[in-house]
C-alpha cells in the first residue's frame, strides 16, 4: 500500500484542514501482561497448584494494523491514523 511523502488531513488540534508529514508506524500486536490476575492463576496450575490443566492457553492471534503518524506543519503536533485493520500489503512511502 502506498502513502505519499506529505497528505492534507483534518487535524484535531488545528481544528482544520493542514498539510501532514507522513510517517509508517506499522505495530504489531503485544503479548498479554504478565502479572495478570487470569495469567498468574494459569502460571501456578501449570507449576502444579490448584489441581489438573490442560496445557497452554489458547490465545487468539491479532493482525497486525498498518498505522501512519501524522505530523502537522502548522503546530507541529503528532497524532495517528489506521490506514487498514489487517495487514495485507504493509504501507509504504511513495516516492
Given at each position: 500500500?502506498l502513502?505519499?511523502?506529505?497528505?492534507?488531513?483534518?487535524?484535531?488540534?488545528?481544528?482544520?484542514?493542514?498539510?501532514?508529514?507522513?510517517?509508517?508506524i506499522?505495530?504489531?500486536?503485544?503479548?498479554?501482561?504478565?502479572?495478570?490476575?487470569?495469567?498468574?492463576r494459569?502460571?501456578d496450575?501449570?507449576?502444579?497448584?490448584?489441581?489438573?490443566?490442560?496445557?497452554?492457553k489458547?490465545?487468539?492471534?491479532?493482525g497486525?494494523?498498518?498505522k501512519i503518524?501524522?505530523?502537522?506543519?502548522?503546530?507541529?503536533?503528532?497524532h495517528?491514523?489506521v490506514?487498514?485493520?489487517?495487514?495485507r500489503?504493509?504501507?509504504?512511502?511513495?516516492k
Open positions: 500500500m502513502v505519499p511523502k506529505e497528505m492534507r488531513a483534518y487535524c484535531p488540534f488545528c481544528r482544520k484542514h493542514q498539510l501532514h508529514k507522513v510517517k509508517i506499522t505495530s504489531k500486536a503485544r503479548g498479554g501482561r504478565a502479572l495478570a490476575q487470569g495469567n498468574i494459569h502460571e496450575k501449570l507449576l502444579g497448584y490448584h489441581g489438573k490443566v490442560s496445557g497452554k489458547m490465545v487468539k492471534k491479532q497486525i494494523k498498518n503518524l501524522l505530523e502537522c506543519t502548522v503546530c507541529k503536533k503528532k495517528q491514523r490506514i487498514s485493520e489487517r495487514l500489503k504493509k504501507a509504504e512511502i511513495s
